[in-house]
Protein backbone atom coordinates (compact mmCIF):
# COMPACT_ATOMS: atom_id res chain seq x y z
CA UNK A 1 0.00 0.00 0.00
CA UNK A 2 0.75 3.96 -0.27
CA UNK A 3 1.45 4.38 3.18
CA UNK A 4 4.14 1.29 3.61
CA UNK A 5 6.36 2.40 0.40
CA UNK A 6 6.97 5.40 2.28
CA UNK A 7 7.91 3.86 4.96
CA UNK A 8 10.49 1.73 2.61
CA UNK A 9 11.93 4.26 1.10
CA UNK A 10 12.83 5.35 4.56
CA UNK A 11 10.84 8.46 5.82
CA UNK A 12 12.25 11.26 3.63
CA UNK A 13 9.46 13.03 2.73
CA UNK A 14 10.38 15.60 4.75
CA UNK A 15 13.81 15.82 3.33
CA UNK A 16 12.60 16.15 0.41
CA UNK A 17 10.02 18.82 0.56
CA UNK A 18 12.09 20.93 2.52
CA UNK A 19 14.85 20.45 -0.88
CA UNK A 20 11.74 21.17 -3.49
CA UNK A 21 11.26 24.65 -1.01
CA UNK A 22 13.96 25.55 -1.92
CA UNK A 23 14.55 24.71 -5.25
CA UNK A 24 14.65 28.11 -7.01
CA UNK A 25 17.57 29.03 -4.74
CA UNK A 26 20.31 26.37 -4.92
CA UNK A 27 20.88 23.54 -7.04
CA UNK A 28 17.29 22.30 -7.43
CA UNK A 29 15.41 24.37 -9.32
CA UNK A 30 11.13 24.49 -9.74
CA UNK A 31 10.79 26.97 -6.81
CA UNK A 32 8.11 29.96 -7.02
CA UNK A 33 10.88 32.48 -7.78
CA UNK A 34 11.37 32.37 -11.40
CA UNK A 35 11.86 36.02 -12.10
CA UNK A 36 15.69 36.02 -10.55
CA UNK A 37 16.83 32.52 -10.78
CA UNK A 38 19.91 31.34 -8.84
CA UNK A 39 20.76 27.47 -10.35
CA UNK A 40 23.91 25.97 -10.69
CA UNK A 41 22.57 23.60 -13.01
CA UNK A 42 24.04 23.60 -16.78
CA UNK A 43 23.99 20.69 -19.41
CA UNK A 44 21.36 19.36 -22.03
CA UNK A 45 19.51 16.23 -21.80
CA UNK A 46 17.25 14.30 -23.90
CA UNK A 47 13.89 12.40 -23.12
CA UNK A 48 10.57 11.24 -24.75
CA UNK A 49 7.91 8.59 -24.69
CA UNK A 50 4.13 9.10 -24.00
CA UNK A 51 2.42 11.78 -26.54
CA UNK A 52 -0.57 12.24 -23.90
CA UNK A 53 2.48 13.59 -21.47
CA UNK A 54 3.55 16.25 -24.40
CA UNK A 55 1.53 19.33 -23.74
CA UNK A 56 2.32 18.99 -19.84
CA UNK A 57 5.51 17.98 -20.48
CA UNK A 58 6.11 21.35 -22.50
CA UNK A 59 5.09 23.37 -19.75
CA UNK A 60 7.58 21.68 -17.54
CA UNK A 61 9.98 22.26 -19.43
CA UNK A 62 9.30 26.18 -19.58
CA UNK A 63 9.45 26.59 -16.25
CA UNK A 64 12.19 24.85 -15.37
CA UNK A 65 14.17 26.10 -18.05
CA UNK A 66 13.14 29.43 -16.43
CA UNK A 67 14.90 28.46 -13.14
CA UNK A 68 17.71 27.08 -14.81
CA UNK A 69 18.93 28.86 -17.59
CA UNK A 70 21.37 27.17 -17.95
CA UNK A 71 19.45 23.63 -19.19
CA UNK A 72 18.20 22.82 -21.91
CA UNK A 73 15.85 19.71 -22.32
CA UNK A 74 14.22 18.02 -25.33
CA UNK A 75 11.31 15.72 -25.29
CA UNK A 76 10.20 13.57 -28.51
CA UNK A 77 6.42 12.66 -27.89
CA UNK A 78 6.93 8.96 -30.25
CA UNK A 79 4.48 7.29 -27.44
CA UNK A 80 5.10 6.00 -24.38
CA UNK A 81 6.89 1.73 -25.90
CA UNK A 82 9.13 4.04 -28.11
CA UNK A 83 9.95 6.13 -24.53
CA UNK A 84 10.66 2.62 -23.03
CA UNK A 85 12.41 0.91 -25.02
CA UNK A 86 15.15 4.58 -25.54
CA UNK A 87 15.41 4.70 -21.69
CA UNK A 88 16.47 0.71 -21.74
CA UNK A 89 18.75 1.22 -24.15
CA UNK A 90 20.30 4.36 -22.32
CA UNK A 91 19.48 6.64 -25.36
CA UNK A 92 17.03 8.82 -22.81
CA UNK A 93 18.07 9.42 -19.36
CA UNK A 94 14.22 9.97 -18.61
CA UNK A 95 11.49 8.91 -19.86
CA UNK A 96 7.01 9.35 -20.46
CA UNK A 97 5.16 6.44 -19.83
CA UNK A 98 1.04 5.67 -19.86
CA UNK A 99 2.16 2.64 -18.29
CA UNK A 100 4.78 1.51 -15.69
CA UNK A 101 7.19 -1.31 -16.40
CA UNK A 102 6.16 -4.48 -15.64
CA UNK A 103 7.88 -6.58 -13.04
CA UNK A 104 9.39 -8.93 -15.36
CA UNK A 105 10.36 -6.35 -17.59
CA UNK A 106 12.25 -4.61 -14.91
CA UNK A 107 13.75 -8.16 -13.78
CA UNK A 108 14.76 -9.05 -17.68
CA UNK A 109 16.27 -5.61 -18.31
CA UNK A 110 18.48 -3.96 -19.08
CA UNK A 111 18.62 -0.64 -18.08
CA UNK A 112 21.99 0.34 -20.07
CA UNK A 113 21.41 4.12 -18.81
CA UNK A 114 21.38 2.93 -15.23
CA UNK A 115 24.45 1.47 -13.05
CA UNK A 116 24.41 -1.98 -13.35
CA UNK A 117 22.02 -2.90 -9.66
CA UNK A 118 20.59 0.35 -9.77
CA UNK A 119 16.64 0.16 -8.67
CA UNK A 120 14.05 2.88 -11.54
CA UNK A 121 12.10 5.79 -10.49
CA UNK A 122 9.01 5.49 -11.76
CA UNK A 123 6.84 8.52 -11.09
CA UNK A 124 2.76 9.05 -11.38
CA UNK A 125 3.17 12.71 -11.59
CA UNK A 126 0.47 13.00 -15.28
CA UNK A 127 -2.88 12.22 -14.41
CA UNK A 128 -5.70 12.85 -16.60
CA UNK A 129 -9.51 11.72 -16.55
CA UNK A 130 -10.83 9.99 -19.91
CA UNK A 131 -14.38 11.15 -21.07
CA UNK A 132 -16.86 8.93 -22.23
CA UNK A 133 -18.21 11.02 -25.13
CA UNK A 134 -21.19 11.01 -26.96
CA UNK A 135 -23.05 13.10 -29.84
CA UNK A 136 -27.01 12.03 -29.91
CA UNK A 137 -29.32 14.81 -31.20
CA UNK A 138 -31.72 16.78 -28.39
CA UNK A 139 -29.57 14.78 -25.44
CA UNK A 140 -26.95 16.58 -23.75
CA UNK A 141 -26.45 14.40 -20.59
CA UNK A 142 -26.28 11.07 -19.86
CA UNK A 143 -26.01 8.82 -16.70
CA UNK A 144 -24.22 5.50 -17.66
CA UNK A 145 -23.39 2.20 -15.16
CA UNK A 146 -19.98 0.21 -16.20
CA UNK A 147 -22.47 -2.67 -17.93
CA UNK A 148 -24.23 -0.21 -20.43
CA UNK A 149 -21.10 1.20 -20.98
CA UNK A 150 -19.38 -1.76 -22.08
CA UNK A 151 -22.31 -3.02 -23.89
CA UNK A 152 -22.16 0.29 -26.19
CA UNK A 153 -18.62 -0.78 -26.70
CA UNK A 154 -19.05 -3.87 -27.20
CA UNK A 155 -22.06 -4.05 -29.36
CA UNK A 156 -24.47 -5.54 -27.21
CA UNK A 157 -25.97 -2.14 -26.93
CA UNK A 158 -27.07 -1.19 -30.04
CA UNK A 159 -30.18 1.29 -30.19
CA UNK A 160 -30.21 4.65 -28.02
CA UNK A 161 -33.65 3.77 -26.26
CA UNK A 162 -32.24 0.37 -25.03
CA UNK A 163 -34.20 -0.40 -21.73
CA UNK A 164 -30.63 -0.14 -19.82
CA UNK A 165 -30.22 3.27 -20.84
CA UNK A 166 -33.53 4.08 -20.17
CA UNK A 167 -33.56 2.88 -16.72
CA UNK A 168 -30.58 4.49 -15.60
CA UNK A 169 -32.19 8.16 -17.44
CA UNK A 170 -35.93 8.37 -16.78
CA UNK A 171 -36.11 12.03 -17.45
CA UNK A 172 -34.13 11.87 -21.14
CA UNK A 173 -35.67 11.78 -24.02
CA UNK A 174 -33.68 8.57 -26.14
CA UNK A 175 -33.85 8.60 -29.69
CA UNK A 176 -34.97 5.38 -31.56
CA UNK A 177 -31.25 5.76 -32.63
CA UNK A 178 -28.43 3.16 -34.02
CA UNK A 179 -25.40 3.57 -31.92
CA UNK A 180 -22.09 4.09 -33.46
CA UNK A 181 -19.22 3.38 -31.12
CA UNK A 182 -15.90 5.20 -32.52
CA UNK A 183 -12.30 3.41 -30.88
CA UNK A 184 -8.74 4.68 -32.15
CA UNK A 185 -7.74 2.95 -35.00
CA UNK A 186 -4.14 3.50 -33.49
CA UNK A 187 -2.09 1.47 -30.34
CA UNK A 188 -3.01 3.98 -27.56
CA UNK A 189 -2.22 4.29 -24.07
CA UNK A 190 -5.62 5.76 -23.32
CA UNK A 191 -7.21 2.89 -25.20
CA UNK A 192 -5.48 0.33 -22.76
CA UNK A 193 -6.38 2.51 -19.74
CA UNK A 194 -9.93 2.45 -21.07
CA UNK A 195 -9.99 -0.97 -21.92
CA UNK A 196 -8.44 -1.85 -18.32
CA UNK A 197 -11.79 0.15 -17.06
CA UNK A 198 -14.12 -1.70 -18.62
CA UNK A 199 -12.93 -5.13 -18.08
CA UNK A 200 -12.44 -4.60 -14.38
CA UNK A 201 -16.00 -3.10 -13.78
CA UNK A 202 -17.62 -4.96 -16.29
CA UNK A 203 -16.40 -8.38 -16.75
CA UNK A 204 -19.43 -9.97 -17.34
CA UNK A 205 -20.16 -7.73 -20.59
CA UNK A 206 -16.10 -6.68 -21.65
CA UNK A 207 -14.44 -10.25 -22.11
CA UNK A 208 -11.28 -8.91 -23.43
CA UNK A 209 -8.39 -7.94 -21.07
CA UNK A 210 -6.77 -4.37 -21.31
CA UNK A 211 -4.84 -3.98 -24.30
CA UNK A 212 -3.27 -1.09 -26.36
CA UNK A 213 -5.07 -1.88 -29.62
CA UNK A 214 -8.55 -2.51 -29.54
CA UNK A 215 -9.40 -5.51 -29.44
CA UNK A 216 -12.64 -5.75 -31.09
CA UNK A 217 -13.93 -5.34 -35.46
CA UNK A 218 -17.28 -3.93 -34.65
CA UNK A 219 -17.78 -0.17 -34.55
CA UNK A 220 -15.72 2.90 -36.31
CA UNK A 221 -12.12 3.54 -35.93
CA UNK A 222 -10.36 6.86 -35.59
CA UNK A 223 -6.65 7.89 -35.82
CA UNK A 224 -5.50 9.43 -32.48
CA UNK A 225 -7.48 11.69 -30.51
CA UNK A 226 -8.33 14.02 -32.67
CA UNK A 227 -9.96 11.45 -34.93
CA UNK A 228 -12.06 10.27 -32.34
CA UNK A 229 -13.48 13.53 -31.42
CA UNK A 230 -13.62 14.33 -34.53
CA UNK A 231 -16.15 11.25 -35.42
CA UNK A 232 -17.87 11.35 -32.36
CA UNK A 233 -18.85 15.13 -33.23
CA UNK A 234 -19.32 14.74 -36.84
CA UNK A 235 -21.94 11.96 -36.67
CA UNK A 236 -25.36 11.40 -34.61
CA UNK A 237 -25.90 8.54 -32.31
CA UNK A 238 -22.17 8.54 -31.93
CA UNK A 239 -20.12 7.65 -28.45
CA UNK A 240 -16.26 7.48 -27.94
CA UNK A 241 -13.51 8.14 -25.33
CA UNK A 242 -10.92 10.56 -25.36
CA UNK A 243 -8.83 12.83 -23.24
CA UNK A 244 -11.39 14.81 -20.80
CA UNK A 245 -9.53 18.00 -21.76
CA UNK A 246 -9.72 17.56 -25.69
CA UNK A 247 -13.22 16.40 -25.09
CA UNK A 248 -14.09 20.54 -23.04
CA UNK A 249 -12.58 22.00 -26.13
CA UNK A 250 -14.77 20.31 -28.71
CA UNK A 251 -17.67 21.03 -26.63
CA UNK A 252 -18.53 17.72 -26.60
CA UNK A 253 -21.23 16.07 -24.17
CA UNK A 254 -20.25 13.41 -21.69
CA UNK A 255 -21.69 10.96 -19.51
CA UNK A 256 -21.30 10.18 -15.73
CA UNK A 257 -20.20 7.08 -14.68
CA UNK A 258 -21.90 4.99 -11.80
CA UNK A 259 -19.54 4.57 -8.76
CA UNK A 260 -21.03 2.60 -5.95
CA UNK A 261 -24.72 4.34 -5.56
CA UNK A 262 -23.73 7.63 -7.72
CA UNK A 263 -23.01 9.14 -10.79
CA UNK A 264 -19.66 10.73 -11.02
CA UNK A 265 -18.96 13.69 -13.66
CA UNK A 266 -15.05 13.94 -14.85
CA UNK A 267 -12.94 16.07 -12.63
CA UNK A 268 -9.50 16.60 -12.11
CA UNK A 269 -10.49 16.13 -8.28
CA UNK A 270 -12.69 12.86 -8.72
CA UNK A 271 -9.56 11.79 -11.23
CA UNK A 272 -7.04 12.13 -8.60
CA UNK A 273 -9.28 10.62 -6.14
CA UNK A 274 -9.04 7.67 -7.51
CA UNK A 275 -5.06 7.69 -7.75
CA UNK A 276 -5.24 8.28 -3.74
CA UNK A 277 -8.04 5.20 -3.55
CA UNK A 278 -5.71 2.73 -5.25
CA UNK A 279 -2.40 1.15 -3.69
CA UNK A 280 0.77 0.75 -4.92
CA UNK A 281 1.92 -2.40 -7.08
CA UNK A 282 3.77 -4.58 -4.59
CA UNK A 283 6.91 -6.42 -5.29
CA UNK A 284 8.59 -3.24 -7.01
CA UNK A 285 11.12 -1.71 -6.05
CA UNK A 286 11.46 0.99 -3.36
CA UNK A 287 11.03 4.38 -5.69
CA UNK A 288 8.58 2.53 -7.84
CA UNK A 289 5.46 3.99 -7.58
CA UNK A 290 3.64 2.02 -10.64
CA UNK A 291 -0.10 2.12 -9.31
CA UNK A 292 -2.70 -0.39 -9.57
CA UNK A 293 -6.02 1.32 -10.11
CA UNK A 294 -9.14 0.29 -8.52
CA UNK A 295 -11.56 0.89 -11.13
CA UNK A 296 -14.09 -0.71 -9.43
CA UNK A 297 -13.85 1.37 -5.91
CA UNK A 298 -17.41 2.42 -4.19
CA UNK A 299 -15.40 5.42 -2.31
CA UNK A 300 -17.42 8.74 -2.66
CA UNK A 301 -16.06 11.75 -5.33
CA UNK A 302 -14.12 9.18 -7.62
CA UNK A 303 -13.70 8.93 -11.43
CA UNK A 304 -12.54 5.44 -12.70
CA UNK A 305 -11.87 6.03 -16.26
CA UNK A 306 -7.89 7.91 -15.87
CA UNK A 307 -4.67 7.31 -17.52
CA UNK A 308 -1.86 7.77 -15.36
CA UNK A 309 1.34 8.56 -17.30
CA UNK A 310 4.61 8.20 -15.21
CA UNK A 311 8.31 9.71 -15.57
CA UNK A 312 10.76 7.35 -15.70
CA UNK A 313 14.37 7.67 -14.46
CA UNK A 314 17.44 5.51 -12.74
CA UNK A 315 18.23 5.76 -8.98
CA UNK A 316 21.73 5.83 -10.03
CA UNK A 317 23.11 7.04 -13.73
CA UNK A 318 26.41 5.17 -15.45
CA UNK A 319 26.69 9.06 -16.60
CA UNK A 320 26.56 10.92 -13.33
CA UNK A 321 26.72 14.13 -14.93
CA UNK A 322 22.98 14.04 -16.23
CA UNK A 323 21.63 12.82 -12.28
CA UNK A 324 21.49 16.67 -11.00
CA UNK A 325 19.24 18.02 -14.17
CA UNK A 326 16.85 14.90 -13.75
CA UNK A 327 16.47 15.13 -10.10
CA UNK A 328 15.83 18.85 -10.51
CA UNK A 329 13.47 18.52 -13.22
CA UNK A 330 11.66 16.17 -11.88
CA UNK A 331 11.24 18.06 -8.55
CA UNK A 332 9.90 20.54 -10.59
CA UNK A 333 7.14 18.19 -12.69
CA UNK A 334 6.06 16.85 -8.99
CA UNK A 335 5.61 20.64 -7.70
CA UNK A 336 2.53 22.05 -6.69
CA UNK A 337 3.61 24.61 -9.67
CA UNK A 338 4.81 22.37 -11.66
CA UNK A 339 1.33 20.15 -11.35
CA UNK A 340 -0.53 23.49 -11.62
CA UNK A 341 1.28 24.62 -14.96
CA UNK A 342 0.41 21.29 -16.58
CA UNK A 343 -3.41 21.17 -15.42
CA UNK A 344 -3.46 24.56 -16.82
CA UNK A 345 -1.86 23.72 -20.16
CA UNK A 346 -2.97 20.25 -20.36
CA UNK A 347 -6.37 19.51 -18.14
CA UNK A 348 -4.70 17.27 -16.58
CA UNK A 349 -5.36 16.86 -12.34
CA UNK A 350 -2.91 17.74 -10.11
CA UNK A 351 -1.64 15.15 -7.53
CA UNK A 352 -2.37 15.16 -4.31
CA UNK A 353 0.04 16.59 -1.55
CA UNK A 354 -0.34 13.01 0.07
CA UNK A 355 0.78 11.60 -3.55
CA UNK A 356 3.59 14.43 -4.05
CA UNK A 357 5.29 13.62 -0.68
CA UNK A 358 5.71 9.86 -1.97
CA UNK A 359 6.75 10.77 -5.01
CA UNK A 360 9.01 13.52 -3.79
CA UNK A 361 10.18 10.68 -1.26
CA UNK A 362 11.52 8.66 -4.61
CA UNK A 363 12.91 11.51 -6.29
CA UNK A 364 15.00 11.98 -3.12
CA UNK A 365 16.69 8.31 -3.95
CA UNK A 366 18.25 9.26 -7.06
CA UNK A 367 22.03 9.60 -6.37
CA UNK A 368 23.93 13.01 -7.51
CA UNK A 369 27.03 12.85 -5.95
Not at 280 to 286: A, K, S, T, Y
Request: hydrophobic residues 45%.
Amino acid sequence: MKISRIAQVGAVAAVAALALAGCASNENPGGGNTDAPDSTLSGEIAGGGSSAQEVAVQAWTAGFQTANPGVTITYDPAGSGAGRESFQAGAFPFAGSDRAFTVDEIDEGPFDGCVDGSGIVELPTYISPIAVIFNIEGVDALNLDPATIAGLFAGTITNWNDPAIAALNPDATLPDLAVTPVHRADDSGTTENFTDYLNQAAPDVWTSEADGVWPLSSGEAAQGTSGVVSAVAGGNGTIGYADASRAAEEGLSTAAVQVGDEFVAYSPEAAAAIVDASPFEEGRGEADLAIELQRTSTEAGVYPIVLISYMIACQEYADASVAPIVKGYLQYVASAEGQDAAAAAAGSAPISDTLREQVNAAIDTIVTE
